[in-house]
């Protein structure tokens, strides 16, 4: 038999040797991949290896849910407060049927105060004469519940200041607050305000000096100068409490809000410790303020300085020879009447060689001084320039 060398047989065998190279190659090509991916893929435990440990994480309180650390100014702040808390007061009064109503300063049955150190004794509190204004009895609450019944000692209507006197609880240890310096304030510097706003007790509020030398009227009508303005939360119930400075003194007595809700619109007022300063001594002393009295009312001239308008009769200005308006008759036929005529009056000019032109220029002047000391009016009459001494005396209780 004829064996048939078939063409194709050649042409196959080479396509076979070429099928298998290729697909040596290929193996080759897939087993270099395979181990490049088994180099960059993470290593995976064995059924017989120990599953490796991960590092031990550093936790925080944050990452446990625990509680969030406070910032160094929220423990300054609860620092000062701690301190401070114990020594504000609540006080509420019952008042007489008569209500007294002012724009200036809203008569209040509640407030707040604090405890003071004094040379006199324990048991003396600082707070505005508005809470206490007309009460006929008066409670201070203490921190703990404690409530004991307080006696006015004594009040200044001029700068809006009361003192009261508690016996103290023997089982409270109440540490009075110190005492800053608010001429030291600055707008801008950071305050705290502690009191009882609608009767939320010791409750802590901040803000800063927004202002400081403003002027605002007390309840007698007089100006109080060199206010504190803050946009710390004040509310009714606050006022009387203390306005603290960082490093946990009282620069300011809580007093007064610019709002007509009278709620706090982001503008307060308070009275500067240093003013306090000098009225507590004379109120716990004297159970009032004794500022010296010039004896007269006047009104600024047109032309300059104070026209007198009117001197009080036996006063300290009546006795040193200040003249007042003339009081002229006229007469036209049957008919007759009189009239003041300012222009023969004393026209004051100057007060110890310090112009004066505004009357509240002229009170400052007056109440930096003491009773029984001399000051000398220069005054213009009937074209002459005259120095008169006038010796202070001391004023009537508002």
């Known amino acids: 038999m004829k064996v048939c060398d078939f063409p194709g047989f050649r042409a196959g065998h080479g396509f076979l040797t070429l099928a298998v190279t290729a697909l040596l190659a290929n193996t080759l090509f897939a087993s270099t991949l395979l181990a490049q991916a088994a180099a960059a893929a993470p290593t995976l435990p064995s059924k017989t290896s120990k599953p490796e440990t991960p590092a031990k994480k550093e936790t925080t309180k944050e990452s446990t849910g625990g509680r969030t650390p406070l910032t160094e100014e929220e423990k300054l702040y609860i620092r000062i407060y701690k301190a401070a808390n114990r020594s504000v007061v609540n006080i509420s009064s019952v008042s007489s049927a008569e209500e007294l109503m002012t724009n200036a300063m809203p008569s209040e049955g509640f407030g707040s105060g604090f405890m003071l150190k004094t040379e006199a ?12 204004r007309g009460a006929s009895h008066l409670l ?8 004991v019944q307080a006696n006015l000692v004594g009040f200044d209507a001029h700068t809006d200041l009361a003192v009261l006197k508690i016996n103290p609880p023997k089982n409270l240890a109440l540490t009075p607050i110190p005492l800053g310096d608010s001429s030291e304030l600055e707008v801008g510097r950071r305050v705290l305000a502690i009191g009882n706003p609608f ?22 009508g007089r100006l109080i100068k060199g206010i504190i303005q803050t946009d710390a939360a004040i509310n009714p119930g606050n006022s009387g409490g203390p306005l603290l400075d960082l490093s946990g003194k009282v620069v300011g007595i809580n007093t007064a809000i610019f709002s007509g809700t009278r709620q706090s619109s982001g503008i307060s007022f308070a009275i500067p410790i240093n003013i306090a300063k000098n ?14 009295e010039l004896g007269l009312d006047a009104i600024p001239d047109e032309r300059g300085g104070l026209r007198v308008l009117r001197v009080s009769p036996g006063g300290p200005a009546a006795q040193a020879g200040i003249q007042g308006p003339k009081i002229m008759v006229y007469r036209y036929g049957d008919m007759e009447w009189r009239q003041m005529e300012r222009g023969f009056a004393d026209l004051i000019v100057a007060v110890d060689n310090q ?13 930096s001084k003491k009773p029984s000391q001399v000051v000398t009016l220069t005054v213009v009459r009937s074209n002459r320039l005259l120095k008169i001494p006038v010796k202070l005396t001391v004023s009537a209780q508002d």
């Open 199 to 220: 009767g939320f007790d010791r409750t802590l509020t901040e803000g800063i000096v927004s202002s400081i030398g403003r002027t605002i009227k007390s309840e007698n």
């Open 121 to 132: 004794g324990d048991g003396y509190i600082l707070t505005n004469h508005h809470v206490v």
């Open 355 to 367: 112009q004066v032109n505004s009357i509240d220029t002229l009170m400052s002047y007056i109440e």
């Open 140 to 147: 201070v609450t203490f921190y703990d519940g404690t409530t």
């Open 279 to 292: 009225i507590i001594p004379q109120l716990i002393e004297h159970h009032r303020v004794l500022r010296p």
